[in-house]
Structure formats: structure tokens, C-alpha cells
């Protein structure tokens, strides 16, 4: 998984920077889907869903939107 190796290389991570990719990730995800209904799904990548993220990973020390990101 990308984040992952980010930490292990120790690269700088950003808030925007993981939302951008989840987003695109998404967008690949749901572009392949032949399942009609998958157009219906959506994801935004909300402040919320981050910190969530951000603790399922154990990414202390980001930083957030407009500030220099730091590695964990």
C-alpha cells in the first residue's frame, strides 16, 4: 500500500496530499466497476473520513491543508 511505503521510506505526507490519492483511487476503482450501481457511490474524502484514516494508520504527525508536511 502506497502509505505504507511512504512511512518505511520516510516521505513527507500531507493531508491533501492522502486525499487527493484516496480520491483518485477511488475514481480508478469506480471507473472499473462494470456493476451499474457503483455509479451511485461516492466518497469525498471529508476532514472526518482523514482522521479516521489518519489513526487507522498511526499517523501522528501530519500536517494539515496550506502547512509543510512532515513524515511520521
Do not use: C, Y
Not at 3 to 24: A, G, H, W, Y
Amino acid at each position: 500500500m502506497w502509505i505504507e511505503d511512504n512511512k518505511k521510506r520516510i516521505m513527507p505526507m500531507s493531508q491533501m496530499t492522502i486525499q487527493k490519492v484516496s480520491l483518485s483511487i477511488f475514481e480508478n476503482m469506480k471507473n472499473g466497476d462494470t456493476d451499474e450501481s457503483a455509479e451511485d457511490v461516492t466518497f469525498h474524502a471529508s476532514r472526518g473520513w482523514f482522521e479516521t484514516f489518519k489513526n487507522r494508520f498511526n499517523l501522528h504527525n501530519l500536517k494539515m491543508k496550506g502547512e509543510e508536511a512532515s513524515a511520521d
